[in-house]
C-alpha cells in the first residue's frame, strides 16, 4: 500500500528551541497533506491542511506562527515547532490521501513523539 | 459538536469470537467511511473503508456494514485474535474534498 514516512519519530527538546518534523509519501505525489495532533486518550486533532507550493490552512484555535508548515514538493512536508513549550509535547501525525481505482483513503506516518522539556 | 462517535470507550472480547464495533455519524454529506488500527505512539493503520453508495464490504476477517438510513456503521472482525488488541477509529470523508473527521476511538482488547 501507499507509504508516508515521518521523521522523526521521538524528539526531545529543550524548552524554547524549534524542531522540525518531516512527512514524506514515499511511492507517490501528495498535492495536499495533513498535519494532526493527539493528546492522550483523546482522538487525532487536525492542526491544518498542508498544500503544496501555496499557505497551509490551519483549524481555528491552531497558531500558524507557532506551528510553522512548508510543503515544497509534492512528496515533502514539514512542520516546525517553534518556540517550543512544555505544553507542546504531544505526538505529531502526518497523513496524505490517495484515491485507487476510485477507493479515497487517507496514509499515515508512524508519528513523531514530542517532548519538551 | 461531534459527527463522528464511537460511544464505547473500550471492548473486550475473548480470541476467536467476533469482535464489532460500533460508530455513529450526523453530517449527511459524510460519503466515505474509514476504519483505522492505532497503536500506542504509532500513525494510525488504514483497514477498510466502505463508500456511501454500498451497505457492505468485506476484505479477509473484517466486514464493514454501512447503515445509511440510521447514519450507523459497524466494523465486524472474525475471529478476532490477541494481535487485533489496539485502538480502532472510524473516519468519515464529505462530499467533495475535504478532511477526514474522525472518531474518538474505541479500545479493544482480545484475550487469548
Known amino acids: 500500500g501507499a507509504v508516508v514516512s515521518q521523521h522523526p519519530s521521538r524528539v526531545i527538546c529543550k524548552s524554547g528551541t524549534s524542531v522540525k518534523i518531516e512527512c514524506r509519501s514515499l511511492?507517490?505525489?501528495?498535492?495536499?497533506m495533513f498535519w494532526y495532533r493527539q493528546f492522550p486518550k483523546q482522538s487525532l486533532m487536525l492542526m491544518a491542511t498542508s498544500n503544496e507550493g501555496s499557505k497551509a490552512t490551519y483549524e481555528q484555535g491552531v497558531e500558524k506562527d507557532k506551528f510553522l508548515i512548508n510543503h515544497a514538493s509534492l512528496t515533502l512536508s514539514t512542520l516546525t515547532v517553534t518556540s517550543a513549550h512544555p505544553e507542546d509535547s504531544s505526538f505529531y501525525i502526518c497523513?496524505?490521501?490517495?484515491?485507487?481505482?476510485?477507493?479515497?483513503?487517507?496514509?499515515f506516518g508512524q508519528g513523531t513523539r514530542l517532548t519538551v522539556v | 459538536d461531534q459527527q463522528v462517535k464511537q460511544n464505547s470507550p473500550s471492548l473486550s472480547v475473548q480470541e476467536g469470537r467476533i469482535s464489532i464495533l460500533n460508530c455513529d455519524y450526523t453530517n449527511s454529506m459524510f460519503d466515505y467511511f474509514l476504519w483505522y488500527k492505532k497503536y500506542p505512539a504509532e500513525g494510525p493503520t488504514f483497514l477498510i473503508s466502505?463508500?456511501?453508495?454500498?451497505d457492505k464490504n468485506e476484505d479477509g476477517r473484517f466486514t464493514v456494514f454501512l447503515n445509511k438510513s440510521a447514519k450507523h456503521l459497524s466494523l465486524h472482525i472474525v475471529p478476532s485474535q490477541p494481535g487485533d488488541s489496539a485502538v480502532y477509529f472510524c473516519?468519515?470523508?464529505?462530499?467533495?474534498?475535504?478532511?477526514?473527521?474522525f472518531g474518538k476511538g474505541t479500545m479493544l482488547l482480545v484475550s487469548p
Open positions: 473516519a468519515a470523508f464529505g462530499s467533495g474534498y475535504s478532511t477526514l473527521t
Open positions: 466502505i463508500s456511501s453508495i454500498k
Open positions: 497523513s496524505a490521501d490517495l484515491t485507487i481505482q476510485g477507493n479515497r483513503a487517507a496514509f
Open positions: 511511492d507517490f505525489q501528495a498535492t495536499t
